[in-house]
Structure formats: structure tokens, C-alpha cells
Nanobody, 124 residues
Framework: QVQLVESGGGLVQAGDSLRLSCTAF????????MSWFRQAPGEERKFVAG????????LYADDVKGRFAISRDNAKNTAFLQMNSLKPEDTAVYYC?????????????????WGQGTQVTVSS
């Protein structure tokens, strides 16, 4: 079992930055692919970014590429999402997810564990 706890969300203005953290409690954090998803009201949960177990592979959704950066610190059992140049359309609940795999996958249905979510609101 792995428990994921997100932090770092908040209310910011367009153009600002936020850094989300996802800390894992459990065994073998370094064995998991870690990803971030987001869900806006009335929409499906969508893939934002993912990183494989050792950090040498990252994937991003097209609408965040160049603005967001995912990273991880296996020694601290924590994954991060640095979000720069935030836009109002980035407003959503952000979830971190863990998948026992060596590759990054985009489908939310494939992930084994989820955090509780953290709200990010970007005002114009």
C-alpha cells in the first residue's frame, strides 16, 4: 500500500508560479512511476505530467509543455510539479498518482494509488 499526500495548491494570479508536492508513505517509492493529473469542474481527469522511476523519462500534456516541470526526489519519497506562467485555464484540482511500472502511462485508469487532490485556482 502507498498513501499519497499532495500539498502546495492555492489561489494565484495569471503569470504566477506554484510548486506542488506529493509525498508517498509506504514502501518502494522508487519503484513507482509518478504522475500528475488535473480535473476541472464538469470535465474528466486529464494527464498533466509523468516521470518514471529514476527520472530519466518525463512526459507532458501539450497544453503545459514548456511551462510545467515534473521532478522527483526518491530519497525524500516526494514528487514535484513546478508550474510557471499559470493561466486561468490551469484552474483545477490536481492529483498525484502512482503506478508500479518502469514507464509513464497517460491513462488514469492504469494508476494504482491516488492522492486526495489539491486545488489550484488561477485568476485573470
Amino acid at each position: 500500500q502507498v498513501q499519497l499526500v499532495e500539498s502546495g495548491g492555492g489561489l494565484v494570479q495569471a503569470g504566477d508560479s506554484l510548486r506542488l508536492s506529493c509525498t508517498a508513505f509506504g514502501r518502494s517509492f522508487s519503484s513507482y512511476t509518478m504522475s500528475w493529473f488535473r480535473q476541472a469542474p464538469g470535465e474528466e481527469r486529464k494527464f498533466v505530467a509523468g516521470i518514471n522511476w529514476n527520472g530519466d523519462t518525463t512526459l507532458y500534456a501539450d497544453d503545459v509543455k514548456g511551462r510545467f516541470a515534473i521532478s522527483r526526489d526518491n530519497a525524500k519519497n516526494t514528487a514535484f510539479l513546478q508550474m510557471n506562467s499559470l493561466k486561468p485555464e490551469d484552474t483545477a484540482v490536481y492529483y498525484c498518482a502512482a503506478l508500479l511500472s518502469t514507464v509513464v502511462v497517460l491513462s488514469a485508469d492504469d494508476y494504482d494509488y491516488w492522492g486526495q487532490g489539491t486545488q489550484v485556482t488561477v485568476s485573470s
